[in-house]
C-alpha cells in the first residue's frame, strides 16, 4: 500500500465527515485512525529486524521547478513514532469520541488534519516536504485549542502558536539555504535528505542553519530557555487535545535532530555539542524541580516533559559512536508518549471525581479508597514515568546515560540526578491524589468503562513494551547508528566530516575511534 | 501655396507606424470595451437592469483574457508600435492580472451603493480606462509609454477613490490620493527626464545599451535619475517611507476600489519596476540594488508593524499589503530571472488572497453596523461559515502557512534571494512573517475563537462611520456573487498551494520575455 494512503486517510476522513450528519463525524475520524493504526501495526510486524533499509518508498516528481520533491519511507527511525502517533490519535478520538462537544465536526475535522500533517511530517524524506508538515500541523491545534479550550484560551493559543511558528519560520530559511548552498555547480537544487547528507555544506555554514532548525525543534519540545508557551497552553487546551500535543508534537523536533540535523549537519552538531547538552541537563533539572512544585497536575506533566525532553535531547547529542546515546533517546520518545497520554487521561478522571471538575492537587486526595482499577492503573503509568526497572523508560534512560558517560561523563553525572528527582515528582503526584486524608471535594469511584477503554489499551501497551523493550531497539539501533555516525566521528577523531569523503562506514560492526581509522575509512572503498 | 505645398509633402513623408493589431488585441478589447460600457450606460435600462453594463464591461474583460492566450508566445518578444510597447509575456502575464481584478471588483461592487450612485456605465468605464493604463505601463519599452501608462492609470483611479461624493472620507481618500499620486507621478517624470538626460534616449533598450559603455555606471546623472524614478514608483507600489498615503485612501475609498488598488495597481507598479529595473537599468545592477534591498527591509518591518495596530480591517489589509511589497520588492533587488518568475508568482497568489479577503470584508461590511471594524467579524465561523473559511484561508496564506498558495509563493522568493546572493534578504522575510502572524492570527481568533474579548487597541473616540460599498438593504444572504468570488479566491489559493505547477509554467514565461537576464 503506498505510504500516501495511511497518511492522508484521517484528512479524508474529516472531509468526508464535514458532509455527513452531526453524530456521525467522530466515528468516521476514528474509524480512520484506527486504519492507520492497522496499517503501523502490519508495517512493525513486517520491518526487519536489523539493517537500515528505507520501506514503503514513495517518490514522486511535486514542484520540479524548486527541486522538491514528495518522497516518503518507512526505516527504523520513524516506524515506532509512526506506530506512537497511531496509537495515541487513537486513544485521544476514542475518549473525544466518548463526550459531547459543540461544533463536532469542525472539531474532528482538526483532529483529523493533525494527524495527517503529524504523520506526513515523520514519513517525509525530502527537508521542504518535512518543514510543510512541520508547519501544517500548528494550525489544527491553534483552532482546537482557541476553539475549545478553557479559560484565556486565545491569548494562550495565540502564544503557543507565535512561539512555535516562530521556531518554524526560522527553519524555512535555513532549509532553503541549505538546499541551495549544498547544489554544486551546473547540479538541480535537490533537496531530498540523502541528497542533502551527500553533498553537505561547509562548516561555517553548517553552523548558522543548525541554528536555525535548533530553534525549531527546541521550541516544539518545549526546551529549558524556549519553554514559555508551555504552561499557558497546557492549562488552555481540553485534555483530548492536549494529548496529542504532548505525546507526539514534541517529539517531532527530537525526530528533526535525528533523521536532519545530525546526518546533514555533522560538524555543526559536534561543534554545538556541549551547548545543546548543557540545555539538555539544564532542562532535566529545571523540568523535575518545577514539576515538584507545581499544583496544578497538567503543569505536573507539562515540566515533566520538558525534564523528559532533556532527557531525549541528551541522549540525542550524547554523539558516542555506538550510537546507544540515540537509540535510548529514540525508544524514549515512544515510551514518554505512552506515558503522558494515559497521564492526561487520568488527570481528566481525576478532575471528574472532585465536585467543581478542579484538577488541583491540593483538591485531590484519598482517590484510591473506592477506585482499585484506576489507582492500579495510575501506579503502572507513574511507575513508567520514573523509569522503574522492568519498564521500557528504564531501558531508555540507561541506554541514554550509557551513551553520554561514555562521552561526556561530567553531563552523564548531572543528568542522572534527574532520575531520582522523576520519583520525586511522580510519588508526590500519587500521594496527593490518590492517598492521603479525602479532600472535601473528592467522590471517589472507579472508572467508567468509557474512561477505561483508552486508559487500558494504553497501559496494556506500556507494560508490553516494559516486558519487551528489544522490540524497539532492535529494529532501529542500525539506524540511529547510521544517523550520528558522522557528528560521532567528527567528534572522536576532530578531522571534518568532508574529509571522510564517501566512507563506508560499517553499521553494526567493529568501530573504532581516532583520526587514524577516519582516515583508514576514506582510503577504504 | 509652395509652402503648403511643401508641408503636405512633408507630411506625406510622415508614416504612420506599423501596429501589429494582433499583439494588441487585449489592450483594443478593453478599450474597445469601454467605449461600448460607455455607450450602453446611455440606454434607458431599467432599475433591475442597471447592472448591465458592469456586466458588459465583464464580458470585455474575459475577451481581453482569451486573447492574451490567443497572443501569449512565451520568449523574447520584439516591440510594437515603434519600440513603444512590448506585448510580451511579462506584459501578457502581470496583466491577466489586472483583469482577473477588474472582474473580481466589478462582481463585488455589483451591489454596492457606488454602482448607484455614480452608475454603472461611468464606474465600469473609468475601471476599464485603469486597466488599460496599467497594460501599457506593464508594456512600455519607453519612457514615454511608461509616463502616459502610469498617468492612464492614476486619473480614472483619483476619481474611483472619490467617487462617492457624498461621503466625506472618500472624498478625502481621492484627495489625497490625487495629491501624493501627483507627487509620485511628478518625481517619476524628474527622474525619467535624468534618464533620458543621462543616456540621450528615452528607449529602455538603449538606455540599457548605453549604461556601462557610454554613460559609466557613478554619471551623476543617470544615479540622480535611478533614484528618482524607484522613489516615483515607490510611491505607486506603496513601498516604504513613501506609503504613508496607503491606509487612509484604503480605508475611505470605496472597498471594491480599494481591492482593486490592493492587487492590480500593485501588481502594475512591479511590473513597471521589473521591467525599468531588470531590463533598462540592469547595467547599473550594482548601483541599485543595495538601495532596493535597504527599501524592502524597511517596507517589510514598516508594513508588519503598522498592521499589528490596526481595528480597521480595509486598514490592516492596506498595511499587511505595504508589508507584501516588501517580500515582492525582493524579487526585484535579485536582478535574476528567478527573481521575475518568484515577483511574478507571489503577484499571481497575492492577488488571490487578497481578492478572497476583501471579498469577506465587504460582505461583512455590508450587513454589519461595525462597518470594516475587526469586531464584524465576531463569531462569523458559526454564523456563516462560506465567509468564515475564505477568510481563514486568505489570512493563512497571507501568512505564509503551509498547504496555500502564500506558501509557496514566500518559499518562491526566499529561494530567488538566497541563489541571488541576498539570503539575508530571505532571513529580514521570514521575520516579516513572524511579526505578521500576530494581526492575522487575531482576524482567526475573532472569527472562531468568539465569543470572547479579543485584545485590541482601544476604539477611537470618534465612531468611523461605514463608508463604503455600505447598503443596508442588502442582506448576507442577498449577494451570492461576493461569496463567489471569496470562495473561488480562497479555494485557488489552497489549490495552488497544493499542485502549483500551472502557476509555474505561467511564471516560467513571464520569467523568458527579458532576455538580459541570467
Not at chain 2, 512590448?86 to 461592487?109: K, N, P, R, W
Not at chain 2, 533620458?196 to 545599451?209: C, E, H, P, V
Request: charged share 15%; with cysteine; proline share 5%.
Amino acid at each position: 500500500m503506498p505510504l500516501s494512503v495511511p497518511i492522508f486517510a484521517p484528512l479524508a476522513a474529516g472531509l468526508v465527515s464535514a458532509l455527513l450528519p452531526r453524530r456521525w463525524a467522530r466515528w468516521v475520524v476514528l474509524g480512520a485512525a484506527v486504519f492507520v493504526l492497522g496499517f503501523a501495526i502490519g508495517s512493525m510486524a513486517d520491518y526487519p529486524t536489523s539493517g537500515f533499509r528505507l520501506t514503503h518508498v514513495t517518490d514522486t516528481k511535486w514542484i520540479p521547478e524548486l527541486g522538491i520533491r514528495y518522497t516518503l519511507g518507512v526505516d527504523g527511525l520513524n516506524l515506532f513514532l509512526i506506530a506512537l502517533t497511531a496509537v495515541v490519535w487513537v486513544a485521544a478520538l476514542l475518549a473525544a469520541a466518548l463526550r459531547d462537544w459543540e461544533r463536532p465536526r469542525l472539531f474532528f475535522f482538526h483532529m483529523a488534519l493533525a494527524e495527517t500533517a503529524v504523520l506526513g511530517a515523520f514519513c517525509a524524506q525530502d527537508l521542504i516536504l518535512f518543514v510543510f508538515f512541520f508547519d501544517l500541523m500548528l494550525i489544527p491545534f491553534y483552532f482546537l485549542i482557541g476553539g475549545w479550550g478553557g479559560r484565556r484560551r486565545v491569548a494562550a493559543t495565540t502564544k503557543l502558536v507565535i512561539y512555535t511558528l516562530v521556531g518554524s519560520l526560522l527553519m524555512l530559511a535555513g532549509a532553503i539555504a541549505l538546499g541551495v548552498l549544498a547544489t554544486p555547480d551546473g547540479a538541480h537544487v535537490s533537496f531530498s535528505l540523502a541528497d542533502l547528507a551527500q553533498r553537505g555544506v561547509g562548516k561555517g555554514t553548517q553552523e548558522w542553519i543548525f541554528l536555525l532548525f535548533a530553534a525549531a525543534f527546541l521550541v516544539k519540545a518545549p526546551a529549558f530557555p524556549l519553554h514559555g508557551w508551555m504552561p499557558d497552553g497546557y492549562r488552555a487546551a481540553p485534555i483530548e487535545v492536549l494529548i496529542p500535543f504532548s505525546a507526539v508534537l514534541s517529539k517531532v523536533g527530537m525526530y528533526g535532530f535525528l533523521r536532519i540535523v545530525l546526518p546533514i549537519m555533522p560538524d555543526a552538531s559536534q561543534h554545538f555539542q556541549e551547548l545543546m547538552i548543557a540545555i539538555a541537563v539544564v532542562s532535566i533539572l529545571y523540568g523535575s524541580v518545577l514539576a515538584f512544585t507545581q499544583d496544578d497536575a497538567r503543569l505536573v506533566v507539562g515540566y515533566s516533559s520538558v525534564a523528559q525532553l532533556g532527557f531525549i535531547l541528551l541522549g540525542i547529542f550524547a554523539l558516542d559512536l555506538q550510537g546507544k546515546g540515540a537509540e535510548g533517546a529514540l525508544l524514549q520518545m515512544v515510551n514518554h508518549g505512552l506515558v503522558v497520554a494515559p497521564l492526561f487521561l487520568i488527570i481528566a478522571a481525576l478532575a471528574a471525581r472532585t465536585r467543581s471538575g478542579s484538577e488541583l492537587l491540593s483538591r485531590m486526595g484519598g482517590m484510591a479508597t473506592r477506585a482499585p482499577v484506576l489507582a492500579a492503573l495510575f501506579l503502572i503509568v507513574a511507575f513508567a514515568t520514573l523509569a522503574m526497572p522492568g519498564s521500557a523508560n528504564f531501558t531508555g534512560e540507561l541506554l541514554i546515560l550509557f551513551g553520554a558517560f561514555s562521552t561526556k561523563i561530567a553531563f552523564g553525572l548531572v543528568a542522572t540526578a534527574g532520575v531520582v528527582l522523576a520519583a520525586v515528582y511522580m510519588i508526590r503526584v500519587y500521594q496527593r491524589s490518590m492517598h492521603n486524608r479525602a479532600g472535601p471535594e473528592v467522590e471517589s469511584r472507579d472508572l467508567t468503562r468509557g474512561e477505561l477503554i483508552p486508559l487500558g489499551a494504553l497501559v496494556a501497551v506500556i507494560v508490553a513494551l516494559g516486558l519487551y523493550p528489544n522490540f524497539i531497539t532492535q529494529r532501529s539501533e542500525d539506524t540511529t547508528q547510521l544517523s550520528t555516525y558522522r557528528p560521532a566521528l567528527v567528534a572522536c577523531s576532530g578531522i571534518e566530516s568532508k574529509d571522510f569523503g564517501r566512507a563506508h562506514f560499517p553499521i553494526g560492526g567493529d568501530i573504532r575511534c581516532g583520526k587514524g581509522y577516519a582516515l583508514y575509512l576514506r582510503e577504504t572503498p | 501655396v509652395s509652402l503648403l505645398a511643401a508641408a503636405g509633402s512633408e507630411l506625406g513623408k510622415f508614416h504612420a507606424p506599423h501596429v501589429d493589431w494582433k499583439a494588441m488585441s487585449p489592450l483594443v478589447a478593453v478599450l474597445g470595451g469601454s467605449v461600448v460600457v460607455l455607450a450602453a450606460a446611455l440606454l434607458p435600462w431599467r432599475r433591475r437592469q442597471r447592472a448591465v453594463p458592469a456586466l458588459l464591461a465583464i464580458v470585455a474583460l474575459f475577451a481581453a483574457i482569451g486573447l492574451t492566450i490567443w497572443t501569449w508566445e512565451p520568449g523574447p518578444a520584439k516591440p510594437i508600435v515603434a519600440g513603444a510597447l512590448s506585448m510580451d509575456t511579462l506584459t501578457l502575464g502581470i496583466s491577466v492580472l489586472f483583469y482577473v481584478a477588474g472582474i473580481a471588483t466589478l462582481l463585488l461592487s455589483l451591489r454596492s451603493a457606488v454602482m448607484r450612485e455614480a452608475g454603472a456605465g461611468e464606474y465600469s468605464m473609468l475601471l476599464l480606462w485603469s486597466i488599460a493604463g496599467m497594460v501599457l505601463l506593464a508594456g512600455a519599452e519607453n519612457l514615454v509609454t511608461l509616463f502616459l501608462g502610469i498617468e492612464l492609470l492614476s486619473v480614472p483611479l483619483y476619481i474611483l477613490c472619490g467617487i462617492r461624493v457624498r461621503e466625506e472620507a472618500s472624498l478625502e481618500a481621492g484627495l489625497k490620493y490625487l495629491v501624493v499620486g501627483s507627487v509620485g507621478s511628478a518625481t517619476l517624470l524628474f527622474g525619467l527626464a535624468f534618464l533620458y538626460g543621462a543616456t540621450a534616449s528615452t528607449d529602455l533598450s538603449r538606455i540599457a545599451d548605453a549604461i556601462g559603455t557610454t554613460v559609466p555606471l557613478s554619471d551623476p546623472l543617470l544615479l540622480t535619475g535611478i533614484a528618482l524614478a524607484a522613489t516615483g514608483l515607490a510611491f505607486k507600489a506603496s513601498v516604504a517611507p513613501f506609503h504613508q498615503w496607503t491606509p487612509d485612501v484604503y480605508q475611505g475609498a470605496p472597498t471594491p476600489v480599494t481591492a482593486f488598488m490592493a492587487v492590480a495597481t500593485k501588481a502594475a507598479a512591479f511590473a513597471v519596476l521589473l521591467r525599468l529595473f531588470d531590463e533598462g537599468l540592469f547595467g547599473a545592477h550594482d548601483d541599485w540594488a543595495p538601495a532596493l534591498a535597504a527599501l524592502a527591509v524597511t517596507t517589510i518591518v514598516i508594513g508588519n508593524a503598522g498592521a499589528i495596530a490596526q481595528r480597521s480591517l480595509k486598514r490592516m489589509l492596506a498595511w499587511s499589503g505595504v508589508a507584501q511589497a516588501g517580500y515582492m520588492l525582493a524579487g526585484v533587488v535579485v536582478g535574476t530571472r528567478l527573481g521575475l518568475q518568484a515577483t511574478a508568482f507571489y503577484l499571481a497568489v497575492y492577488l488571490l488572497m487578497n481578492v478572497a479577503a476583501f471579498a469577506v470584508v465587504i460582505a461583512r461590511e455590508r450587513v454589519s453596523e461595525r462597518g470594516d471594524d475587526i469586531e464584524s467579524l465576531e463569531g462569523l465561523g458559526r454564523s456563516s461559515p462560506w465567509l468564515a473559511w475564505p477568510m481563514t484561508i486568505a489570512m493563512l496564506a497571507l501568512a505564509g502557512i503551509p498547504a496555500t498558495s502564500g506558501f509557496i509563493g514566500k518559499f518562491y522568493l526566499i529561494d530567488a534571494t538566497v541563489n541571488g546572493d541576498y539570503a539575508w534578504l530571505g532571513v529580514v522575510i521570514v521575520v516579516g512573517s513572524m511579526m505578521s502572524l500576530v494581526y492575522y492570527l487575531r482576524v482567526l481568533a475573532v472569527m472562531w475563537m468568539g465569543p470572547t474579548r479579543i485584545e485590541l487597541p482601544a476604539r477611537p473616540g470618534r465612531r468611523v462611520r461605514p463608508v463604503a460599498g455600505w447598503s443596508p438593504e442588502a442582506d448576507a444572504r442577498a449577494q451570492p456573487e461576493v461569496l463567489f468570488v471569496a470562495v473561488v479566491c480562497a479555494a485557488a489559493t489552497v489549490v495552488l498551494g497544493i499542485v502549483p505547477q500551472p502557476l509555474f509554467h505561467l511564471a516560467h514565461d513571464v520569467g523568458s520575455s527579458l532576455s538580459s537576464l541570467l
